[in-house]
């Protein structure tokens, strides 16, 4: 306890220490999201400072309110300061409740956290570098040509709104980052945006434009594949148990409307779903259903979720916690479509006002599920069983306090992001390997719903997933052409599909770290963000334990990491293994030859000398320090 509260006064200094006027920093960080705080500490272990304007009294963004089930597909693939981070909340519960503990176990070695507990994670790491990182929160930047100030090409000050006192303030820096979900600042400095979805004609990619998709099966019916304006819907993730000790009712909300969830009911008699399986359901076996369910039974229709599972796709937390998102088998869960697709663009007074309506719509729709009288009594019987985590926002009633912004603009930076960069070149294969790689990721192309229910349609429109492989992501993502000292490490460059892969949190976390990494270098070499040597920042990533490029056989603790990750990139080892100990075979050794344009001589011979013994050789040759 007393380490905590040491904690909490240490950053309480630091938010106390501007409290108005004008101070410049190396870093301007705009957003205290976990993109935005890892860009902080990267750059404060480089020696340079740093303040994060944080809009709220919170930091953290989602994985500090709700997101507690870690969105990665191969836990390996990104490491660096996100690694850290779930190592240390894999830490916390060992030492909090024991290594053999329910906590302990339940946490999956620290990819899933109660939202307080990754508060206190964030909160610690900030803390250890409380004399470079200065987090001021309350602090709201609107994206105004007035409360920007550039000058050739560069951006000189910016102009925030302090909420508490009503004043404004300014604040310059040598390097911007844009940390906002949103992508205000980016959009103030005037760089070129998108929102909305492009069509299957601009890319090529699987799921692009207007989509019909039964979950976990095929395209269907009304699918145009065209271009529009549709933004994917946002919700909040919610921390529900059923822990009768901590569990607090869901109220009816002031402005509740029965008429939105009415549609509801006729779902669960009938168990109609969204999932492949009920393509091959009959009227016959709904009607069935419906005698089952009114004799006391669940459903029994292939795909059907039942009772709270019929709102919300469950991930259990420890401590009897749950991640509680949008359920992907249903016609209507805690999205909200269509009515979030003004939000990249508008003003924090429309932003506030939509978050307020997306709370009580969640709450009402959970409430309709545990009272309304036209439910069968079983199944609100069951859904009344959980409730919001009562030690959990605790000044919020106890309700997440970030809305879930899964895309807001998209920048045009110097790479555009597509689905081709996440998906293998061949079967078996890995997608294209990025020179410039800042980090590997891996998550499906996977967006949810922009429109609500459509009558005689197999699901939401542009509720989808297709499979990815781990990736790279070039540098060039987060880079500006139009503005020199500006990274944008969360709304990055991409289409409405490759920007589905790469929103996830520890992307835009390890993406974060190079930005705070590329903006001290930039600093240190007295260049544009666009001429940051990239090997210089790959050796910095690689020196704290980022991962470039994955590999089935190497660990960011093995001795050969460093290695492996630079050879790798460059096109040495394009396999997933880097088989290390396997001799070079003759086809390898030539394309090492004609890669690296020197004569080996004697020192390698094919069949004898080692892969790594090959590569360190090569290395030494290339390298440049």
């Known amino acids: 306890m007393k380490k905590r509260l040491t904690t909490l006064c240490v950053l309480f200094l630091c938010c106390s220490l501007f409290a108005g006027g004008q101070d410049s920093f190396d870093l301007v960080i705009v957003g205290g999201n976990p993109g935005g705080l890892m860009a902080a500490v990267a750059a404060a272990r480089l020696g340079k400072r740093s303040v994060v304007l944080e809009r709220t009294r919170h930091i953290g963004g989602l994985p500090a309110n709700g997101l507690g089930a870690t969105d990665i597909a191969t836990r390996a693939a990104t490491t660096g300061l996100f690694r850290e981070f779930t190592d240390r909340v894999k830490q916390y519960y060992t030492d909090t409740y024991g290594a053999d503990s ?70 310059t820096g040598k390097v911007f980052i844009d940390a906002t979900y949103e992508g205000d600042l980016g959009a103030a400095a005037n760089v070129p945006f998108r929102t909305g979805r492009e069509g299957k004609e601009a890319f090529n990619e699987p799921g692009a434009g207007r989509v019909y998709k039964y979950w976990n099966g095929s395209e269907a019916a009304g699918s145009t594949f065209r271009a529009d ?35 509801l009911v006729e779902d669960v008699w009938t168990g109609r779903n969204t999932n492949i399986l009920f393509r091959d359901v009959t009227p016959a076996m709904m009607e069935e259903n419906r005698r089952h369910i009114k004799a006391g039974n669940p459903s029994m229709i292939p795909g059907d979720r039942w009772a709270i599972h019929k709102l919300v ?105 597509t689905a081709s960069d996440a998906i293998p070149v061949q079967i078996g294969l890995r997608p294209p390997i990025h020179q410039s790689s800042i980090t590997a990721g891996h998550y499906a192309l996977d967006s949810h719903a922009v429109r609500k229910r459509e009558a005689g349609r197999a699901h939401l429109d542009g509720f989808i997933s297709y499979p990815a492989a781990v990736y790279t992501v070039p540098y060039g993502v987060m880079v500006s052409d139009e503005i020199d000292n500006l990274l ?39 260049v544009n963000i666009q001429n940051v040597p990239l090997s210089q920042l790959q050796d910095i990533l690689i020196r704290q334990k980022a991962t470039l490029m994955y590999f089935r056989d190497i660990e960011p603790a093995s001795p050969h990491f460093p290695l492996v990750q630079y050879m790798g990139v460059r096109g040495y080892i394009p396999g997933w293994e880097a088989k290390l100990q396997d001799p070079v075979d003759n086809e390898t050794l030539t394309q090492w030859q004609q890669l690296s344009k020197q004569s080996f001589g004697e020192h390698i011979e094919a069949g004898k000398t080692t892969r790594l013994e090959a590569l360190l050789f090569i290395h030494t040759k290339i390298h440049k320090d």
């Open 488 to 526: 944008f490490p969360v709304p990055v460059s991409g289409s409405h599909i490759g920007f589905s892969t790469l929103r996830m949190e520890p992307c835009w976390m390890a993406l974060g770290q190079a930005a705070g990494i590329a903006a001290s270098v930039a600093i240190d070499e007295q």
């Open 229 to 263: 304006n549709a933004v994917q819907s946002y919700n909040y993730r919610l921390c529900l148990t059923n822990n009768p000790k901590n569990r607090v009712t869901i109220k009816k909300p002031a402005n509740y409307n029965r008429e939105e969830f009415t549609s």
């Open 313 to 417: 796709n469950i991930v259990h937390l420890p401590n009897q916690k749950t991640d509680a998102n949008n359920q992907h088998d249903a016609f209507i869960s805690t999205d909200l479509p269509e009515e979030n697709w003004p939000w990249p663009t508008s003003s924090w007074e429309w932003r506030d006002r939509f978050a307020i309506r997306l709370r009580e719509y969640i709450e009402g729709l959970c409430w309709f599920a545990q009272n309304d009288p036209e439910l069968p009594a079983n199944f609100r019987k069951e859904a009344k069983e959980w409730g919001l985590a009562k030690d959990e926002y605790t000044d919020n009633g106890h309700f997440p306090r970030q809305v879930y912004v899964r895309e807001g603009r998209r920048f045009e930076g110097l790479y555009f992001f």
């Open 102 to 171: 329910e906590q302990a176990a339940v946490c999956s070695d620290g990819y899933h956290f109660e939202p307080s507990v990754a508060a206190r994670v964030f909160d610690d790491m900030l803390a250890e570098h409380a004399g470079k990182v200065t987090v001021l929160r309350m602090r709201q930047f609107d994206a105004e040509n007035e409360n920007i100030v550039l000058r050739n090409n560069r951006i000189e000050k910016i102009r925030i709104l302090n909420r508490e006192t009503g004043g404004m303030e300014e604040y």
